[in-house]
């Protein structure tokens, strides 16, 4: 899952990228607003989060541009504010949930995992597929009865395939959801971490759980 920060407190902006890419989560960060536009603008992001105080343009003001532009992916707008009218701005100018500063990285977190199942066509708390599992909150992976270790990059193109069940997926939309902007690398590492997977989820346990589709990507279905 990638996930776009515009915080232009820069400590608290590497904070956040440090502590989601710990998480599993592919992470860009801008530090003001015309910057986060054009972000927004070029890559499919799961979740945006914006501070509302930031120059250039205003969170409020982005927010409502990045709608404009017909960009739907949840919002979450970030402010040092407390108060009813900045939170009911925050939500009129299309952000979908409203954090105020200072936060616990734990509900934080909670917070996206909510926004990623609202965006999709259901909404479980765990994603499943025949007996395999995997749980966003605990960060567990199961077959059966049986954990299995991932690493966060694993873990994160595990869960897009199946938070996109059933539609398949080339290498170009699965590079622009798990690895972050600065990615320059071949497509082919795609490539290496479906084989990555297989041999953890599926050929200990003589499963074919991801399916290549010749000549246009990788499915779960």
């Known amino acids: 899952m990638r996930i776009l920060v515009v915080e232009d407190e820069v400590r608290l902006a590497d904070a956040l990228r440090r502590g989601l890419q710990a998480e599993g989560f592919a992470v860009d960060v801008a530090n003001d607003g015309t910057t986060g536009l054009k972000l ?18 205003n969170g409020f003001k982005l927010c409502a541009l990045i709608r404009e532009a017909e960009i ?5 707008m970030l402010t040092a504010k407390d108060g009813e009218l900045d939170e009911a ?7 979908d949930d409203f954090l105020t500063k200072p ?14 199942r609202r965006s999709g066509t259901s909404r479980p708390t765990q ?11 605990s960060h567990g992976v199961f077959r059966g009865s049986t954990s299995i270790e991932l690493t966060s990059r694993e873990f994160s193109l595990l869960e897009l395939l199946l938070r996109r069940k059933g539609e398949v997926l080339t290498k170009a939309d699965i590079i622009e959801h798990v690895w ?13 971490y479906v084989g990555y997977l297989r041999k953890k989820i599926d050929q200990p346990f003589g ?14 279905s």
Do not use: H, Q
């Open 40 to 57: 927004a603008k070029e890559s499919p992001y799961d979740v945006i989060i914006l501070d509302i105080m930031l120059p250039g343009i």
């Open 72 to 76: 739907w992916c949840p919002i979450m």
């Open 89 to 95: 701005e925050a939500l009129d100018t299309g952000a």
């Open 103 to 116: 936060f616990s990285f734990t509900v934080l977190l909670a917070r996206i995992r909510a926004l990623l």
């Open 127 to 137: 994603l499943t597929v025949g007996d395999l599992t995997l749980d966003p909150a």
């Open 180 to 192: 972050d902007y600065d990615f320059e690398g071949d497509s082919n590492i795609v490539e290496v």
């Open 207 to 220: 499963t074919k759980t991801i399916r290549t589709i010749r000549g246009a990507g990788y499915v779960i």
